[in-house]
Each structure stands twice: as structure tokens, then as C-alpha cells.
């Protein structure tokens, strides 16, 4: 297993690099460009994705529990079977991005834009949704305890 904690790849442009098996706890990397990247079993908790640019990524079995999609740009990316408890997508924007059987929980995703997105099979709680317009989301299988979706836009 390979340890990367508090690894630091700002500004990193990271064309099909994989990081597989591998503990990137409290890692940053703030500002980089990801083009075709995996995160496969990875424990990131406490990692920072802020101001990134994800397109056509792939993140799997992961922990990345209290991280940071601040402002984040996620594209064409799939989230798969992760665990995503405390992360903040503040301020973000997911483009046809894929959440598969992910776990969220006190998530805040404050002025995010979510575009024809797909989640399937994941696990909602605590998650304010309101004022997000979600008209081009769609929720399959998705279990959602004590969510608010007030003034949010619906199909």
C-alpha cells in the first residue's frame, strides 16, 4: 500500500494517473487538472479537490470522507461505491457526472450547479438541497432521510 499523507499536488496536471491502494489522508490537491484519473480504494479523508478540474475521472471504493470538491469542476466523472460523509461540494459544478451507490451525509452543496447528473442506489442524509435547481438530476433507487428540498427546482 502506498502512503501519501498530506501529499501535496498543487496546480498538478494529472493526465491518466492512477492511485490505487493508496491512503492520500488530508492530501491536497487544490487548482490541479485531472484528465482520465483514478482513485481506485483509496482513504482520502480530509482531502482537498477544491478549485479542481475533473473530466472523465473515475473514483471508486473510496473514502473521502470531509473533503473538498470546493468550486470544483466535475465532468463526465463516476463516483462509485464511495463514501462521501461530510463532503462539501460548495459552490461546485457536476456535469454529467455519475454517483453510484455512494454514501452522503451532512453534505453541503451551497450555490452548486448539478447538470444531468445521475445518482443510483446512493444513501442521502441530513443533505440541504434547497434553492439547487435539480431539474436535470435524476435519483434511482436513492435512499433520502432528513433532506431538505425546500425552493429547490424539480422536474
Given at each position: ?38 482513485f ?23 473514502n ?31 456535469y ?60
Amino acid at each position: 500500500k502506498c502512503i501519501l499523507k498530506k501529499a501535496k499536488f498543487i496546480k498538478a496536471g494529472l493526465k491518466q494517473a492512477v492511485f490505487s491502494n493508496t491512503d492520500l489522508t488530508a492530501a491536497d490537491f487544490s487548482h490541479s487538472n485531472m484528465y482520465s484519473t483514478k482513485f481506485l480504494n483509496v482513504q482520502a479523508a480530509s482531502i482537498s479537490f477544491s478549485n479542481c478540474n475533473f473530466d472523465s475521472v473515475v473514483l471508486a471504493n473510496s473514502n473521502l470522507t470531509n473533503g473538498s470538491f470546493n468550486n470544483a469542476h466535475i465532468n463526465t466523472t463516476v463516483f462509485n461505491n464511495c463514501k462521501l460523509v461530510g463532503v462539501v461540494f460548495i459552490e461546485s459544478t457536476s456535469y454529467k457526472a455519475i454517483f453510484n451507490e455512494c454514501e452522503f451525509n451532512n453534505n453541503s452543496f451551497d450555490k452548486a450547479i448539478i447538470q444531468l447528473s445521475f445518482f443510483a442506489k446512493a444513501n442521502f442524509e441530513n443533505i440541504n438541497f434547497s434553492h439547487l435547481d435539480l431539474s436535470q438530476i435524476q435519483f434511482s433507487e436513492c435512499q433520502l432521510k432528513g433532506c431538505n428540498f425546500s425552493s429547490s427546482l424539480l422536474q
